[in-house]
């Protein structure tokens, strides 16, 4: 019971690493935090001084901005008019981010084995090797010579990777 709680937390910090390292979301995670403090500040000082209004601090015009963009009604409404039109242009902006941060992380996490030709080439000759008494003649054949090319594919990296070390990463 203990191994296969401990498998589960191992593979969701795996999962949670892959989504990381291999997707934008923090990068997009970042530019939203970025602009929601950059448009309510503008909010904030666009606000200020004017009849009426209740964002009458950074931290309100923060909680607004969060508040506007997703959509929870629950936001202080802005009095001016440059101050609606910077509200507008938050609110399309941040939910264009928000929502392109999802689709853009799903997307690019299950693309990601679609994007690795090496594992593939690699899964495909260890599939082989396991089936090697299975195989033909020819299949065999195929095996070889991907094998052979996928031999002369490194002794070349090899060399331009010795090469580029010699010359201080130039190679002329």
């Known amino acids: 019971m203990r191994k296969r709680n401990r498998g589960r937390g191992h593979r969701s910090r795996k999962f949670f690493r892959d989504v990381i ?13 970025v602009l929601w403090m950059l448009f309510s500040a503008g909010l904030y000082f666009a606000e200020q001084g004017a009849e009426g209004t209740t964002i009458t601090s950074y ?6 901005g969060i508040a506007a963009f997703s959509t929870a009604g629950i936001a202080d409404m802005p009095v ?4 609606e039109l910077i509200g507008a242009v938050w609110i399309i902006v941040g939910s264009m981010l928000f929502f392109g941060a999802i689709v853009a992380t799903i997307t690019a996490y299950f693309m990601r084995p679609l994007q ?6 690699v899964d495909t000759i260890e599939y082989n090797l396991e089936q090697l008494e299975e195989l033909t003649v020819e299949e065999l054949e195929v095996l070889k010579s991907t094998t052979d090319s996928l031999i002369e594919h490194m002794e070349r990296v090899k060399l331009r990777h010795a090469a580029q070390k010699e010359t201080g990463g130039r190679l002329d």
């Open 80 to 83: 001016n008019s440059v101050s």
């Open 116 to 121: 690795r030709p090496l594992k593939q080439i």
């Open 21 to 33: 390292a291999h997707t934008p979301v923090l990068k997009i995670t970042f530019l939203l935090l």
């Open 59 to 64: 931290g309100r015009a923060l909680y607004w």
